[in-house]
């Protein structure tokens, strides 16, 4: 199975990868409990101290003296929150544009679908500039930014998917029977297509992830006194060759759900359609 650890069984895989995404969304939510500090705390007698017991800043402080570990885990729960919310969104966008432009075909089609190429080729980066300014730098912006576009390749990949689902047989026959096109997409075709948009889904999170860290590194994105993992990367990357560990903590994080998240996704793949093994 691509993407699964070669000494993993599939099945094994997608439970180790279902176990780590549910390790760390609960360390998000519950381990800031566990510490006596707050995100916004400064410990002024520890700034950016290695990771130890002392004063329990177990991931260490930043140059501010505030606690990494708490800061990093609502890193964590910031970038979850608008990768699932961003993910939702071009899922509900995605599916009933390309649903849509998939079942129509002809002329119809290929209009919705020079519409996907064009917002393709607009620059990324230069749009969220654009929402920036217009709206200001805050989560709800960057989730704006991200959810504006993250629904394109979804619904390339839900035309695709319909328009082979149209030659169906029971399509064909609903058709036939006089059953109105918006009742065949909701009954038949929307239905058929929960495979592939789950699966792509899975996938979409990881990639949504990695572009808000990129932003929030850029300062685009989250912005301080928030925390997210881009711009905790983006501190630590300042402060590498003195305090390494600022960057290791967020990026540890941001590779194990990537990778978690990806392997999820191959398992699905592999068991909805077992003959892709």
């Known amino acids: 199975m691509a993407g699964a650890p070669a000494w993993l069984p599939p ?9 780590v995404l549910g390790a760390i969304a609960l360390l998000a939510v519950a381990g800031p409990f566990a510490s006596p500090w707050r995100g916004d705390e400064l410990d002024w007698a520890r700034l950016a101290m290695s990771p130890g017991l002392d004063g329990r800043h177990w991931f260490g402080t930043d140059r501010l003296g505030r606690d990494l570990y708490v800061r ?23 599916v009933a544009y390309g649903a849509i432009a998939g079942f129509a075909g002809g002329r119809l089609e290929a209009l919705m ?4 190429d064009v917002l393709y080729s607009l ?28 629904w394109l390749t979804m619904a390339r990949v839900v035309c695709s998917q319909t328009e082979s689902l149209r030659q169906r047989e029971f399509i064909e ?3 036939a029977a006089g059953v109105p096109a918006r009742a065949i997409l ?11 948009v789950l699966v792509y889904a899975t996938l979409t999170v990881p990639g949504v992830i ?24 983006a501190q630590g990357t300042a402060e590498m ?10 990026c540890g994080f941001l590779v194990a759900i990537v990778l978690a998240l990806g392997t999820l996704g191959d398992g699905l793949r592999d068991w909805l359609d077992p003959r892709g093994r």
């Not at 890193?75 to 961003?86: H, Y």
């Not at 679908?113 to 996907?116: A, P, Y």
């Open 11 to 19: 099945a094994r895989a997608t439970r180790v990868a279902l176990g």
């Open 72 to 94: 990093t885990l609502e890193g964590v729960r910031v970038s979850l929150a608008i990768a699932l919310a961003a993910t939702l969104v071009s899922l509900v966008i995605g």
């Open 113 to 116: 679908m020079r519409v996907v």
């Open 123 to 150: 620059p990324y980066v230069f749009f969220v500039i654009l929402l920036t300014v217009s709206l200001g730098r805050s989560p709800a912006t960057l989730f704006l930014a991200i959810g504006a576009v993250g």
């Open 173 to 175: 026959a609903a058709t």
């Open 186 to 196: 909701l009954r038949h075709v929307i239905p058929n297509l929960a495979g592939p």
């Open 210 to 233: 990695l572009i808000e860290s990129f932003l929030s590194f850029l300062g685009l994105g989250v912005q301080e006194p928030a925390a997210s993992l881009g711009n905790l990367m």
């Open 241 to 250: 060759e003195s305090a390494p560990w600022m960057l290791l903590a967020p």
